[in-house]
C-alpha cells in the first residue's frame, strides 16, 4: 500500500468536504485490528473508500472487506482509490441503500464499522448483532455528532439524526447482552461487543 497514495485520496476527500475517518478514530481501530485476527469487516457507508482501504493493512492473509454505498459518485471514486492502492486485497463494493442491502446478507463478520446515514444507526444495529461474529466487535463513527447528542440540543434541523444516534446508546449500552464503551475521539466512537454467556 503506497502511503503516498493514501494521503492524496485523504487530501481530496477533505478538500471535497466528503466526510471520512478521523485520524485518531482510525488509529483506535487500527489499534484493536493489531491485537486480533480480522478475516472479515463489513463497512456500512464506503464513501470514496479511504476507510476501508486503512482497514486492508490489518487483515488476515485472503481476508476480505464487504463495503455498502449508496451514492453513485462516491461509489466510482471508491472504485478507482481501491484500484490505485488496495489491489492485493479484496474489497467488495455493494452498490445500494444499506437498508435494502443489509437484510439480504448471511456472511459472520469479525469487525463491522458503521458509518453512513445517522437517522439509521438503529436499524444498522439490528442487522449488525444479526451478522456480528460471537468475540466480533461493531464501531459506530459520529456517534456524538458535534457534541449534540449528549447535550440538550432540540433544534429542527438535526433533531431527527440526534434522536436517532442518542436511540443507538441506549439500545447498545442498556441491553444486559452487550458491552459498549463510547469514546470522546473523533466525532465520538461506540464500541460494543456481545457478552459471552
Same mark, same amino acid.
Given at each position: 500500500m503506497s502511503s503516498i497514495?493514501?494521503?492524496?485520496?485523504?487530501?481530496k476527500a477533505l478538500n471535497d468536504h466528503v466526510p471520512i475517518i478521523m485520524d485518531n478514530?482510525?488509529?483506535?481501530?487500527?489499534d484493536y485490528m493489531k491485537n486480533k485476527k480480522i478475516n472479515k469487516i463489513l463497512e456500512i457507508g464506503t464513501a470514496v473508500g479511504y476507510s476501508a482501504i486503512c482497514f486492508t493493512?490489518?487483515?488476515? %492473509?485472503?481476508?476480505?472487506?464487504?463495503?455498502?454505498?449508496?451514492?453513485?459518485?462516491? #461509489? &466510482?471514486q471508491a472504485k478507482e482509490n481501491i484500484k490505485i492502492v488496495s489491489d492485493e486485497y479484496k474489497i467488495n463494493i455493494y452498490e445500494g441503500d444499506a437498508?435494502?442491502?443489509?437484510?439480504?446478507?448471511?456472511?459472520?463478520?469479525?469487525?463491522?464499522?458503521?458509518?453512513a446515514?445517522?437517522?439509521?444507526?438503529?436499524?444498522?444495529?439490528?442487522?449488525?448483532?444479526?451478522?456480528l461474529n460471537n468475540d466480533g466487535v461493531i464501531f459506530a463513527d459520529n456517534i456524538l455528532y458535534k457534541?449534540?447528542?449528549?447535550?440538550?440540543?432540540? %433544534?429542527?434541523?438535526?433533531?431527527?439524526?440526534?434522536n436517532h444516534l442518542r436511540e443507538? #446508546? &441506549?439500545l447498545v449500552t442498556e441491553d444486559p447482552n452487550l458491552e459498549t464503551e463510547i469514546l470522546d475521539i473523533g466525532d465520538g466512537l461506540a464500541i460494543t461487543k456481545k457478552k459471552f454467556q
Open positions: 497514495d493514501l494521503e492524496n485520496i485523504k487530501e478514530t482510525l488509529e483506535k481501530i487500527q493493512e490489518f487483515l488476515e %492473509k485472503g481476508g476480505r472487506i464487504d463495503t455498502i454505498e449508496r451514492n453513485e459518485e462516491m #461509489i &466510482k437498508v435494502d442491502i443489509l437484510p439480504t446478507l448471511d456472511d459472520k463478520y469479525d469487525m463491522i464499522f458503521i458509518d446515514a445517522k437517522t439509521k444507526y438503529p436499524f444498522f444495529l439490528e442487522q449488525a448483532l444479526r451478522l457534541g449534540y447528542v449528549l447535550s440538550d440540543y432540540n %433544534k429542527h434541523k438535526q433533531r431527527t439524526a440526534v443507538y #446508546i &441506549k
